[in-house]
């Protein structure tokens, strides 16, 4: 707004005026009030300092990262920790880990040893995450989410 103008009411007209003068826009900023609320501004350094701020505050926003780790549903006890070793680090990271067993074929039939393998890693992992969803079956696959522990 220009040093010269007062902040006041003004007829649209004399706004417009002010404006001109000024070689500035009139921008309406709050077009529901009575009477509606007009700036005399740059509009296009308006629009550019919007975006700014914007894309400032994006930055600033966590973005969410999912780590996966897949088992079958026969994992023996080595792949089992070496597994947990890599799920331990991801979410120390702070990232969130989706774990799953991935049933093929006929292996469907042991889906009970499959909800017990992500149980187990859910209990051995729970100083590091905590549990977002339990263990849940969809088509082939029973997944399980896992988010990091707050520190």
């Known amino acids: ?25 009139l921008v309406e900023i709050s077009p529901k009030a009575v009477p509606p609320v007009c700036k005399i501004i740059d509009y296009k350094k308006f629009l550019y300092e919007q975006k700014k701020r914007e894309k400032a505050q994006k930055s600033k926003a966590t973005k969410v990262i999912v ?5 079958g549903p026969q994992t023996d006890e ?7 070793k890599h799920a331990i680090k991801f979410l120390q990271d702070g ?8 049933f093929k ?10 909800h017990i393998l992500l149980l187990r890693l859910a209990t051995e992992l729970e100083e590091y995450g905590k549990v977002e969803q339990m263990p849940k079956l969809e088509g ?11 520190k």
């Open 1 to 25: 707004m220009g040093d010269n103008v007062e902040i006041g009411v003004y007829p649209i007209s004399k706004a417009k005026e002010l404006a001109r003068e000024q070689e500035l826009d």
């Open 140 to 150: 082939k696959r029973m997944i399980m989410y896992l988010a990091p522990k707050k």
């Open 78 to 84: 080595h792949d089992f920790e070496f597994k947990k």
């Open 67 to 71: 780590k996966e780790i897949r088992f």
């Open 95 to 102: 990232a969130k880990l989706k774990a799953f067993v991935f």
């Open 105 to 114: 074929g006929r292996s469907i039939i042991y889906k009970d040893q499959g």
